[in-house]
DNA sequence: ACGATGATGAAC
DNA sequence: TTCATCATCGTA
């Protein structure tokens, strides 16, 4: 049983979006169910939307009733239906009146947006919430990942955003280099074995 | 009121 | 590559 850990507070969002979208690699998106219990999934995949200039991100457009929340204070859930039938679940991050957000794109079982708030029951009505423990649902802090482990990409599905469609701006917790050890700390995993010249850094 | 359009996922 | 499916937002 996990000792109950101190929820990512105010403090770990208001930064800027590539950098919470990293730091939350690793880190357990717990969620309180119907039933009372409480389950924890680790991220593994994010991306990030960094504010107005950023033209992948929705906040680009100006504030409308649906992007209002990420104008808003970091910390709070932004939920939206994408192509009629999947709810994107993020997190405002940085400075209020910057529309900037992380997308959580995968946990560890879960991969893809719309599969994973799927199969933890998450929906709209998350939409405006605080991610704390008295909503239902926050992250707690995780073993830190080596970013060895770590891959950057352009981000999904944002090839009309010009330059911004290919600036590095997802994250993932390379899968072939995962090691979930009991308690679910992150390890690289062991190489084993070297075909090649050893890539450094 | 109407039409275009998705930060997807599954099937073919 | 096609399609399911619908809230949102610009346009009228």
Redesign the pocket.
Known sequence: MPADARPLSFDFFNRPADRVARDLLGCRLAVCGPDGTTTRHMVVET?A?LGAHDL????S??M????AV?FGPAGVW?V???????W?L?VVTGAEGVPA?V?IRGVVGQ??????TRALGIG?EFNGRRATRSTGLWFEPGMPVSSRLIDRTP????A?AGDWAAKPLRFVVDPGRLTMVEGGTVRAARRTRSTGPCMRR
């Not at 409308?64 to 992007?67: G, H, M, S, V």
Request: hydrophobic share 30%; glycine share 16%; net charge positive.
């Open positions: 991306e939307y992948a991100c929705h906040g457009k100006g409308t009733a649906r992007t990420m932004y939206y239906l994408c192509y009629g039938m999947h994107m993020n957000a997308l991969a893809g947006p719309g599969r994973l709209r981000r999904i599905g944002v009309y």
